[in-house]
C-alpha cells in the first residue's frame, strides 16, 4: 500500500500574485464575502445604513401618490423636498446629538427659526441632489429591494412590499401635527409643531 505524503497537499505560494483591488487581499477571500454580503443583504450598501430611511421614503413617496396632484417631475420634487426637509429638522428637534441625511443645511434653518418662530421646510437637504438623500442614496437600494418602481419618471412604492411599510410609518406618525394639520403643503412650518411631531 503506497503511503500518502500530507506535505503535498499543503497550499504553496511560490511568488507574488498582484490582485485587482489595491487592498490587502493574498487569498482572494474578499470578493467570496462580497458575494456573501451582497446575496444576505441584498440592495442594502454602505451608505444605507439608516434603518428608518427605508421606511421614510417609503413613505414619503406614497404620501405624495395620496396626497398630490404632482404630475410634473418639477412638482414631485418639491413635494417630495418638503417632507425630507421636515424629516431632518424634526429628527435633530428630537435628538440633538443626531445625524440625519442633510444635517448642514438643518442647522442654519433652525437658528433662523429661533428668531422667527418658523422653519423654512422647502430646502434641499442635499445641495448637489434635487431628491436629496433619497437620489443619492437610497433610491437604487430601494428599488433594488423591491420597495419602489418607476412609473412615468416618477418613483412610487410597490404594492406588495412598499405600501405595507409605507403604511406602517404612516400609522406612527398620523397623530402628528404635521400630519393632522397637513403640514406637507406649506413652506413654513412652526418650530413648535416641529417641536410636537419630532
Excluded at 29 to 53: C, F, K, M, N
Aim: aromatic share 10%; with cysteine.
Amino acid at each position: 500500500m503506497a503511503t500518502i505524503d500530507a506535505v503535498a497537499f499543503l497550499p504553496r505560494w511560490t511568488k507574488r500574485v498582484r490582485t485587482d483591488g489595491g487592498g490587502r487581499d493574498p487569498l482572494g477571500l474578499s470578493r467570496v464575502t462580497e458575494s456573501i454580503t451582497d446575496h444576505l443583504l441584498q440592495g442594502i450598501i454602505t451608505t444605507t445604513d439608516r434603518a428608518r430611511y427605508y421606511s421614510f421614503y417609503c413613505w414619503s413617496l406614497w404620501h405624495i401618490q395620496q396626497t398630490g396632484q404632482s404630475r410634473k417631475f418639477a412638482d414631485f420634487i418639491r413635494e417630495f423636498r418638503r417632507r425630507e426637509a421636515f424629516m431632518a429638522l424634526s429628527t435633530i428637534m428630537a435628538n440633538s446629538e443626531a445625524s440625519p441625511v442633510g444635517m448642514r443645511m438643518v442647522g442654519p434653518k433652525l437658528e433662523a427659526a429661533t428668531q422667527a418662530g418658523v422653519v423654512d421646510c422647502d430646502f434641499k437637504v442635499l445641495p448637489s441632489n434635487d431628491l436629496g438623500g433619497y437620489g443619492q442614496y437610497y433610491a437604487g437600494s430601494l428599488l433594488q429591494l423591491g420597495l419602489t418602481r418607476h412609473a412615468d419618471g416618477i418613483d412610487l412604492t410597490t404594492s406588495d412590499l412598499g405600501n405595507p411599510l409605507a403604511l406602517a410609518f404612516d400609522k406612527a406618525v398620523e397623530g402628528t401635527p404635521y400630519l393632522k394639520k397637513k403640514r406637507w403643503q406649506d413652506r413654513e412650518v412652526d418650530l413648535k409643531e416641529i417641536k410636537q411631531s419630532a
